[in-house]
């Protein structure tokens, strides 16, 4: 199967010529398109007090979007809540903690970050076993944050979480499936707004490609098949696991 065109289920980078999937489309020859498979909706500071989570009893965040940043900080702002200088943010890239300086000052000592991995964060939270960490999620939220949530109930570490927004399926009538050989999934939202709009969807020799464990359950559920999972010990992200897919199948475009 000759592979001309991927798409990927999120938004067009703010810069596409210093994106991974960039250098990667010029390296095979292979025309990349960004479209969103899910929306994001905010939770009102009703919803959230609803589950009666009192925000100033942390002294911590744990990060694992920007999504979670955006909503974190907005709900911050809608219940008036004082953030201090003295706040830790522990984010699960260092795309993210680099994010965090939309809403505050860059502090290498306060803005820790793990290497995209969810054992680094897990890791990176028992060097400061001794704060109080709040983690913001989705209402969609998958087994990775059950996994972290999981893991600070047994190091005995003070947590709470509470859902900020939720993940929507979007329309993808503007899209015609036929017209590419490589699919990339984040979300099972996102798997189920693509089932939803197409579900006559044949893979056959097309690529599937993956992030996280509940993206790759749902896709398994839908009948289709995982070709490219992602994170991995030798590709945690996304564009790194579909490079080391297409370098065993395709050869370098010539300079």
């Excluded at 290497?115 to 990775?144: V, W």
């Amino acid at each position: 199967m000759k592979i001309k065109r991927a798409i990927i289920s999120q938004p067009t980078p703010v810069e596409p010529e210093k994106s991974p999937y960039y250098f990667m489309t010029k390296k095979y020859n292979i025309k990349v398109d960004y479209f969103k498979f899910f929306q994001i909706e905010g939770y009102s500071s009703l919803e959230f007090r609803q589950q009666k989570i009192s925000l100033f009893d942390y002294n911590a965040v744990i990060f694992t979007s920007k999504h979670s940043v955006d909503h974190y900080f907005r709900i911050a702002k809608d219940i008036r809540l004082e953030i201090t200088e003295e706040t830790k943010y522990l984010c699960i890239s260092e795309a993210i903690a680099l994010y965090l300086q939309k809403y505050t000052a860059f502090r290498k000592r306060k803005n820790l970050h793990a290497n995209q991995s969810p054992k680094d964060l897990i890791d990176l939270i028992k060097k400061h076993r001794t704060e109080r960490f709040f983690l913001p999620t989705s209402e969609n939220a998958g087994q990775e944050i059950d996994t972290l949530k999981d893991a600070m109930t047994t190091l005995d570490i003070a947590h709470a979480s509470a859902a900020m927004y939720r993940s929507l399926p979007s329309d993808l009538s503007a899209i015609n499936p036929d017209d590419y050989e490589i699919f990339a999934f984040f979300s099972p939202v996102g798997v189920q707004g693509f089932t939803t709009s197409f579900p006559d969807f044949q893979q056959d020799e097309r690529i599937i490609a993956a992030y996280g464990k509940g993206t790759q359950d749902a896709l398994t559920q839908a009948g289709l098949t995982v070709n490219i999972p992602a994170p991995t010990p030798t590709a945690q992200s996304m564009p790194a696991a579909i490079e080391t897919y297409l370098a065993k199948i395709l050869k370098p475009r010539r300079k």
